[in-house]
């Protein structure tokens, strides 16, 4: 069953030039309001057994018959996704499947998990909002939209990440924004909608949603553009050899930002 609207290529191309000038394109009232019940009840679920604390889902498995599985399966998704890959990179999508997340913030631990500045690894981000509280602190999208360009290489990309992750720059981003000094993009997201942007091209976080509420986001990160690199691949042998790293229960590792 098809669970994505089929939009006519004006749709994409809109959509395409928002995310290159203001830096995100929505698809408005493209996800329909059982699935979003379906997800609610789930994360709902989910957040009660960690006693409303943070939770996170990453890769195919934790999304296996749920509402979000078939989405990455959609053709018309893919097709859509497909197309603003070609559109902003100039070339081909390569034959590859989405990397999911789904992020549920809740509890003190929520908040943890706010004003965290990264690039993703992957070109294109759709990010669909499942449960956005309506009261108190939301925990908006923030982006700093397309300040860099795709990378060529695996070790550029790497040390955009050292300049941008490291505590100093965090700290001075996080008060820039809470005083007002620095002005993101502020993405007031609604359930319903996708967002789509260039993940990998743009600075971008959530501020804090109030502890007592649950945020919950589902992420497709699409096309990674240093899978084939050596120096990539021989960074993630070494980090799987810490035993910490292997020992933790997939579900119970909180994925990072791709
Ligand atoms: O949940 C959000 O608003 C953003 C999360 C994000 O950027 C990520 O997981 O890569
Ligand atoms: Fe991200």
């Given at each position: ?31 329909s309001i059982e ?43 893919q097709t859509l ?178």
């Open positions: 069953m098809e669970v994505f609207p089929s939009l006519p290529s004006a749709t994409a191309i809109a959509l395409a030039g928002d995310m290159s000038t203001r830096g995100y394109g929505i698809a408005e009232n493209c996800i699935a979003l019940t379906e997800l609610r009840r789930f994360i709902h679920d989910s957040v009660n057994q960690t006693g409303g604390e943070y939770i996170a889902f990453g890769g195919p498995d934790a999304m296996r018959g749920t509402f979000l599985q078939d989405l990455a399966a959609s053709a018309n998704f996704c497909r197309e603003l890959y070609s559109s902003g990179m100039q070339k081909p999508a390569p034959p590859v499947s989405f990397y999911q997340v789904l992020r549920c913030l809740a509890g003190k631990t929520g908040e943890q998990h706010a004003y965290r500045f990264h690039y993703d690894s992957y070109v294109l981000t759709i990010l669909v909002p499942i449960l956005i509280p309506a009261e108190g602190q939301p925990g908006h999208l923030i982006m700093f939209p397309n300040t860099r360009p795709v990378r060529r290489t695996y070790l550029g990309n790497l040390i955009d990440k050292l300049f941008l992750d490291n505590r100093l720059t965090q700290n001075r981003l996080r008060k820039g924004v809470i005083s007002g000094r620095l002005k993101p993009e502020r993405i007031k997201m609604q359930p319903g909608n996708a967002y789509f942007f260039w993940g990998c091209r743009s600075i971008h976080t959530n501020e804090p949603c109030d502890p007592d509420k649950i945020r919950a986001t589902a992420l497709f990160h699409y096309v990674d553009p240093y899978a084939d690199s050596w120096l990539r691949q021989t960074l993630l042998r070494l980090r799987n050899r810490k035993p910490q790293m292997s020992m933790a229960a997939p579900e119970a590792r909180a994925p990072q930002p791709a």
